[in-house]
């Protein structure tokens, strides 16, 4: 089943805002089987709009649009869509119940009167209109219902342009939906899905892709697909099957063929990234760590206080960008410092040692670079960063050379020291 995702929005057009609806939305038609083939973005203009939906009905079997449900002049998804149906829009009596409920606590609105209130009224009953006969989806976070209808046999789903509406309206049945839809439009036998997202880091995509050379060959459904986001790479087994129980046994196999081929550098599977798999470990475990951060000014210590409940683990950090607070702060040796350079395995040892002691926890992570674009030398050039995690059973160290600009350089920096907290957690 084809889909098209189609969204509306001069500020996209622009450039003034970044479409995130059109992956949300992707990923979720993934889940359920549907494949999107196109993605498209139009202005607010009617013309425009009607060519979009024009090509869309010409080669997808399913399109699901986002944008245009508001109350002003130029929100015109409802009028467009009625017009390509032949009907007229409608109020939706209970998405306009919800809506006066809503105004009736809102002392701006409550303290209007007369033709103003009317006026007002007339302007916020654009959002709650459908087309007649329309099939009509909840919004519980927002005004604007969601709707559906039939344009030339083909369901047309309408959204609101607003995330998180998006997100309220899929969880309150949008995703049953789609999913009977799926049923229903499907060409030929019925293809079930299994698939993982497993989360690689510490080796490049051409490297990756290298070691998992063959792994799919001769396996039918089965595909493998890479995606860098960077600093990780994820590595996407999928296996397509009409046997929900055959396609998950073959992804169970192919499963454990991956896991050997990227022994060492697989961390995890799923949404949870790196960062979420560390803290989590910590607070689990019930251990804690501080931060000691030259080139990375902070980067972990804000990397390791996202997730909820984090304070039960991160006890604290020192940014210690000069020498001199390496020293005040830490107890670095000037004459560490003075032979071995700022930059070195000798200073982020003793870095880590410092933060340990002084912040009581069970590790302690040091990390000391040249995050550029300038600073680099000869033998140091830009992008070279030692890190040391001080735990319990003692301290380990890594040499990262990464010639990558600034943010690059501090980011790949602050991830291998996560790695390595991971690596030292018992």
């Known amino acids: 089943m084809r889909a098209e995702i189609l969204t509306i929005g001069d500020e996209l057009c622009r450039g003034e805002i970044v479409d995130t609806n059109s992956s949300y939305l992707a990923d979720k038609l993934w889940d359920l089987g549907i494949t999107t083939r196109w993605m498209t973005s139009c202005t607010d203009d009617e013309p425009d709009m009607r060519t979009a939906f024009a090509q869309a009905l010409g080669r997808a079997d399913i399109i699901l649009c986002s944008g245009g449900l508001g109350p002003t002049e130029d929100d015109l998804t409802v009028d467009v869509t009625s017009a390509l149906a032949g009907v007229a829009p409608v109020v939706d009596e209970t998405a306009r119940d919800r809506m006066l409920a809503r105004f009736a606590k809102v002392p701006a609105f409550l303290s209007t009167t007369g033709q103003e209130r009317d006026n007002l009224l007339a302007i916020q009953l654009r959002q709650v209109r459908v087309p007649t006969g329309a099939r009509v989806f909840k919004n519980p976070v927002g005004l604007a219902p969601g709707f559906e209808v039939t344009l030339q046999g083909i369901p047309v789903i309408c959204l609101p342009g607003v995330p998180r509406e998006i997100y309220g309206i899929y969880d ?106 560390v803290t989590r470990r910590l607070i689990e475990g019930g251990q804690t760590v501080a931060t000691a951060e030259s080139c990375t000014g902070g980067m972990i210590g804000e990397l390791l206080t996202r997730m909820p409940g984090s304070s039960r683990a991160f006890q604290g950090g020192a940014i210690v960008y000069s020498n001199a607070e390496k020293t005040r702060q830490l107890g670095v040796q000037e004459v560490t410092l003075r032979e071995h350079g700022a930059v070195s395995e000798a200073v982020v040892r003793e870095m880590a040692a410092g933060a340990k002691a002084r912040f009581a926890v069970d590790h302690a992570v040091a990390v000391s670079g040249i995050a550029g674009p300038d600073g680099g030398t000869p033998e140091k050039p830009v992008g070279t960063t030692w890190i040391a995690v001080a735990s319990p059973g003692g301290v380990v160290t890594k040499l990262v050379q990464w010639p990558g600009q600034r943010d690059q350089n501090r980011t790949l920096a602050a991830w291998w020291a996560l790695k390595l907290l991971g690596d030292a957690i018992q």
């Open 172 to 277: 309150a049945g949008l995703e049953a939906r789609l999913a009977e839809l799926r049923e229903q439009g499907e060409r030929g036998p019925i293809e079930r899905i299994a698939r993982q997202i497993y989360r690689v880091f510490g080796r490049g995509e051409s490297q990756i892709s290298q070691a998992c050379r063959g792994l799919v060959d001769g396996v039918p459904g089965a595909s493998i697909h890479y995606q860098v986001k960077f600093p990780e790479t994820l590595v996407k087994l999928v296996v397509r099957d009409p046997s929900r129980e055959v396609a998950a046994a073959r992804l169970a196999t192919l499963e454990a063929g991956l896991r050997e081929r990227l022994a060492g550098v697989l961390y995890g599977t799923g949404q949870e990234n790196l960062v979420e798999v």
